[in-house]
């Protein structure tokens, strides 16, 4: 009889263990990339989308670059303890690891059984037999009777675990899923290294919609495995992603239940506004000037001077208490800097309320309406709609006023998102066009995309890298700046992309500094994994923009590979606080959840962390 070599004294049990959550269930009261993702037709990562969109995107762009230059998932920086070869540790490998899988088989010539191990061995080869006939009922006697040998005899020995996880085979064909998880924890309890009866015993637990525990479970046979089965690998990311959707929802329902707000990121909401130069709102902003007192002000007047200070609380209501009182010729612009600021707080059925009742007011004006058409086409990318749909509003806004440049802005972008560089190309020259050939905004993105373009053409060609760091640094512009030290990044030009960010920091520019100190942070655990100036950089950032969720994401990312659980924590429920939508939380929500599970389960294994975060 075959046997495989066992796990250290301390991964090991002499009796059976109980299942053990070691993933706290995050309550929907704390607060909180999704079916269609933005970024599905582009080779783009995120940070460089976030940096030229207009428009809300579902994850923040620091955090998604960083971990995605991660070999191994986020926290699993350790490895399988001494003691057999990683093969040993994911038992039974190649013996058929899915649902259904016919239990190990040991061939043995037919004799009468005469010692306790030999009719042990005889009960679990029928057992044996009788699964792969598909006789489930009359296999599960078998091993039970194998399992009952053994137990009245004390027989606790790696076989008797075997029989135990055939015996939960037997019983998830059976759809006995509660004794599917009882045989596996008993399987478990017996040896803590194995790996198949943690992915069946996962499967049965997010049949009973376990889904922490079958996470937890599935990251646990993906370690023991040293993450090499494919079957294991893809089923966690559909088990994250289900786990991840299902908190985000019940995060968001419980806030709108209990009417709250996120805080908004200044950093974000300047990002947003950055790609209207055509906005009313400004227009109307600039009617009131700098020197009013604010007791001179009326409502709507007070919600425009609120939103340019950052005071955003206040807009929605004093939008409304206007609205309550205005007549009808009147309503065009309370409306649309409210649906603006619901757009902003991720509450889209009432953005659309407004901007709706603007975009076919006759009340409003050209740009007004051109306005509210570009955000209602916006919101469309927030709701995940397919990008024909949102190009096809654009257009109509285009044939409704074909002089206004913010609507080819942001076709360009939308364009982009959608990996149609010539005509993103072409809509941003246009935009250039109307807005007079001197905009340093569109120039640079002009020379981004041209770079991108024929680098696509000839990858191995770096001749237009140095054309763009050339075009780049002539404009001088802060924004494009962040843009080639990002490039540089994505390259590992470490050099480089720490003298283009530098040179980005502007003296009174706190939005924007936010950006550029979460990528210095970044850098610099990229560069040196020196989380102690990370950490400052951070704070720089944070204190730049309290808000600002990817500075908040990355340090929750830094807690989790430094194995501080409560920090991480505490960073994650800040995350949840700032989240605006169901599909900006998916992300975050796996991030944190993988890290808080191959935390608990390297733990449990008794695995040593070998990470450079890691405290001593």
């Not at 943690?198 to 599935?218: F, I, Q, T, W």
């Not at 709250?260 to 109307?284: M, Y």
């Not at 763009?468 to 540089?488: C, D, H, K, P, R």
Request: glycine letters at 4%.
């Amino acid at each position: 009889m075959s046997r495989r070599a066992t796990l250290p004294r301390a991964l090991s049990s002499s009796t059976p263990e109980p299942i053990k959550t070691a993933m706290p269930a995050v309550t929907p009261s704390i607060a909180s990339t999704s079916t269609w993702s933005l970024s599905s037709p582009s080779t783009w990562p995120k940070w460089l989308i976030a940096l030229v969109i207009g428009v809300p995107l579902t994850v923040g762009g620091a955090y998604w670059y960083y971990s995605q230059q991660k070999k191994r998932p986020v926290g699993m920086k350790r490895s399988i303890p001494s003691g057999g070869s990683k093969a040993q540790h994911g038992r039974h490998l190649g013996a058929g690891d899915s649902a259904g899988s016919t239990p190990v088989f040991s061939p043995m010539k037919f004799q009468e059984p005469k010692t306790l191990v030999e009719k042990i061995a005889y009960l679990k080869n029928e057992g044996n037999k009788l699964f792969r006939d598909k006789r489930y009922m009359d296999a599960k006697k078998s091993y039970t009777e194998a399992i009952e040998l053994a137990m009245q005899s004390n027989y606790k020995d790696l076989d008797l675990a075997q029989n135990l996880q055939n015996r939960a085979a037997c019983n998830e064909q059976l759809k006995h899923f509660e004794e599917v998880v009882a045989d596996c924890s008993a399987a478990i309890g017996i040896d803590k290294g194995y790996a198949k009866a943690y992915a069946r015993r996962s499967r049965a637990l997010e049949r009973a919609g376990k889904l922490h525990e079958a996470v937890y479970d599935l990251v646990a046979a993906s370690i023991l495995t040293s993450f090499q089965n494919d079957d294991y690998r893809q089923r966690s990311e559909k088990l994250l992603n289900d786990l991840a959707k299902k908190i985000s929802h019940d995060v968001m329902k419980e806030r709108k239940a209990g009417n709250h707000r996120p805080k908004l990121s200044r950093t974000f909401v300047h990002q947003f506004n950055h790609g209207f130069t055509q906005d009313p709102l400004k227009a109307e902003l600039e009617k009131i000037g700098q020197s009013q007192d604010e007791t001179d002000l009326s409502r709507i007047q007070l919600a425009l001077v609120s939103l340019d200070k950052g005071n955003y609380d206040r807009v929605i209501g004093l939008c409304t208490e206007t609205l309550d009182t205005c007549p009808a010729d009147q309503r065009t612009i309370p409306r649309l800097l409210r649906g603006t600021m619901h757009f902003l707080y991720g509450n889209t059925t009432e953005a659309k309320t407004d901007l709706i009742y603007v975009a076919q007011s006759d009340h409003a004006t050209l740009k007004e309406k051109s306005n509210a058409r570009i955000k209602l086409a916006c919101l469309l990318l927030q709701d995940q709609v397919m990008p024909d749909e949102v190009l096809s509003r654009l257009n109509d806004a285009a044939e409704l006023d074909p002089s206004n440049p913010d609507i080819f802005f942001h076709k360009a972008q939308c364009y982009m998102l959608f990996n149609q560089f010539e005509e993103c190309l072409k809509d941003f020259r246009k935009c250039r066009e109307l807005q007079g050939n001197n905009n340093s905004t569109c120039t640079f993105h002009i020379a981004h995309i041209e770079f991108r373009i024929r680098m696509s053409q000839n990858p191995s060609d770096m001749r237009p890298f140095a054309t763009l760091e050339e075009q780049i640094s002539t404009l001088g512009s802060s924004e494009a700046f962040v843009l080639l030290g990002q490039l540089y990044l994505e390259m590992k030009d470490f050099e480089k992309a720490e003298i283009f960010y530098k040179r980005a920091l502007l003296p009174n520019d706190d939005s924007h500094n936010a950006v550029v100190f979460t990528q210095q942070a970044m850098l610099e655990m990229m560069w040196h994994e020196n989380k102690d100036v990370a950490q400052t950089l951070l704070a720089k950032a944070l204190l730049a923009d309290p808000n600002y969720s990817p500075a908040v994401e990355l340090i929750m990312d830094l807690e989790l590979q430094a194995g501080n659980m409560e920090a991480a924590k505490e960073h994650y429920q800040r995350c949840l606080d700032l989240a605006k939508s169901e599909a900006e939380l998916v992300s975050v929500v796996q991030a944190y959840q993988i890290g808080e599970a191959g935390h608990a389960v390297y733990a449990n294994l008794g695995i040593e962390d070998q990470s450079p975060l890691r405290n001593p």
